[in-house]
């Protein structure tokens, strides 16, 4: 199961957009995409800047640039979240938003990318001051949004408080409630059950098929989980319900490895207790680079990009990589891990559990009728799976990565609706 990849860009540091493009380029290649094709999809549809003066607590008018990029929106509405951190960037939002498309498509639903982003730090802001950025950033952006257009839901620095105030405001302007304006919303505000734990499941639904595939039984099998947060401790907990003995976890306070195993139900809870982070956990203490080297069956890096580099990528001793994250690997990874037959499932299959409940919800809203979290999770299962066999068969017919057979699956069923809508 190695594979030999043609090389990517040869600059050694690129930009998010840049190093979305390198693998881009080569699932082009290898689904031999014609250049007009190439042309539509390496370009963003629509990008939208804006400055968006706001009152502060103390009475002064703060300016705070905001974006939207709609990357496409050929399957359907473009679906992406909103990201309030000060490294927000255009290239970053842009990169952000064409993941988006790709994995949309991947998963089959009928959305396109998209992503927003407003730069600030959203710790250092009162309540009042988020919500009335929040709302002047929805106005900004008012002929953007749209159940049918654009549709919006959380990502770093966001969650179900933003969203809520982004409905309302949304609805205030048309005149009638919307809430299928933006997902990730509060449940009583029509938020979906199954949201929560949507990711991780995911997460978990394609590790046991990457580990049928492989013929590992996941009875036993050992696991190291990087990123204690909403996508890392969920993965780690309903791996363990699969039978993984979880060794390894670690948040921004470090790594905590137990070889007999740890028990993630208790870590969770003392977490909890604990101001959201392990700090104090009983087991023994490694670092976050140790924790990736671990000789373990299975790693998921549930934390933030870049973690697997070129640099570390020759010690990582796992068979089976689940990138819960956006981005955990760098492109120049890539390579060095298919060299050692190293299996990975790219953040675009592994994670994108949680943007298949998100369209969950808006069918949902759209319905005005609520399904069970039973349903919800059965569909999602169903979903990933169908996700993964149908990547799982492009690499045979392409002999490439899962990686690279990914964006052939997500780049060959946008490029095709492109031709059938044609270009005016
Ligand atoms: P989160 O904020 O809930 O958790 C992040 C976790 O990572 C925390 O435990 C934090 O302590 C830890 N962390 C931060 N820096 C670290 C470091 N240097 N080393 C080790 N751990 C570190 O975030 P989340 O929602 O779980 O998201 C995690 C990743 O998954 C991000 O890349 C995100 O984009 C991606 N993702 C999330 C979702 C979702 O539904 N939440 C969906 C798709 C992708």
């Known amino acids: 199961m190695t594979y030999k990849e043609p090389a990517p860009l040869s600059k050694t540091h690129l930009n998010p957009f840049e190093s979305m493009m390198s693998r ?45 990029v709609v990357h496409n929106a050929n399957l359907g509405p473009s679906k992406g979240g909103i990201r309030y951190s000060m490294d927000v960037n255009l290239d970053e939002v842009k990169a952000l938003a064409a993941w988006m498309t790709w994995k949309c498509a991947v998963v089959g639903i009928p959305y396109g990318g998209g992503k927003g ?15 009335r950025l929040t ?39 048309k005149g009638y409630s919307c809430p299928a304006v933006v997902t990730g919303k ?21 590790a046991r098929s990457a580990m049928a595939k492989m013929g590992i039984n996941p009875v036993g099998a050992t696991c190291a989980v990087q990123g204690f947060g909403n996508v890392g401790s969920i993965s780690a907990k309903l791996l363990a319900t699969q039978g993984l003995k ?18 993630i139900e208790e870590a969770i809870a003392y977490r909890d207790r604990n101001q959201g982070t392990l700090e104090g956990f009983k087991a023994d203490r490694i670092s976050n680079n140790e924790l990736l080297t671990l000789d373990v069956t299975v790693l998921v890096p549930a934390a933030m990009e870049d973690q697997i580099t070129a640099e570390n990528a020759n010690d990582i001793k796992a068979k089976l990589i689940v990138e819960g994250a956006n981005g955990p690997t760098s492109w120049n990874a890539d390579e060095i891990l298919n060299g ?18 998100s369209y969950f919800e808006w069918v949902q809203n759209r319905l005005g009728y609520y399904w069970t979290e039973e349903r919800v999770n059965r569909r999602a299962d169903r979903t990933m799976k169908m996700a ?16 690279i057979a990914a964006y052939v699956v997500s780049i060959d069923k946008v490029a095709n609706t492109q031709k059938f809508r044609g270009v005016f």
């Open 24 to 68: 881009f380029d080569i699932a082009a290649k290898a689904l031999g995409l014609d250049d007009s094709s190439y042309n539509v999809l390496k370009s963003p549809a629509k990008v939208v800047m804006v400055n968006l003066p706001v009152v502060m607590d103390n009475g002064k008018v703060q300016v705070f640039e905001g974006y939207r």
């Open 117 to 131: 982003g407003v730069k600030c730090d959203p710790r250092s802001m009162s309540k009042g001051e988020l919500e």
């Open 135 to 173: 709302r002047a950033y929805t106005v900004s952006m008012i002929d953007v949004f749209g159940p049918e257009k654009d549709i919006p839901a959380p990502d770093m620095g966001t969650g179900p408080q933003e969203m809520a105030w982004l409905m309302d405001e949304y609805s205030k302007i």
């Open 186 to 206: 509060p449940l009583v505000l029509g938020g979906s059950l199954g949201r929560v734990e949507a990711t991780g499941r995911g997460v978990m639904v394609t």
């Open 246 to 263: 979880i060794v390894a976890i670690s948040d921004v306070t470090g790594g905590y490895y137990n070889a007999e195993g740890i028990n």
């Open 340 to 357: 050692k037959g190293i299996m990975v499932v790219p953040d675009i299959l592994a994670n994108a559990g949680g943007v298949t409940v």
């Open 388 to 403: 993964f066999e149908a990547v799982y068969a492009a690499a045979q017919k392409y002999n490439v990565s899962w990686r």
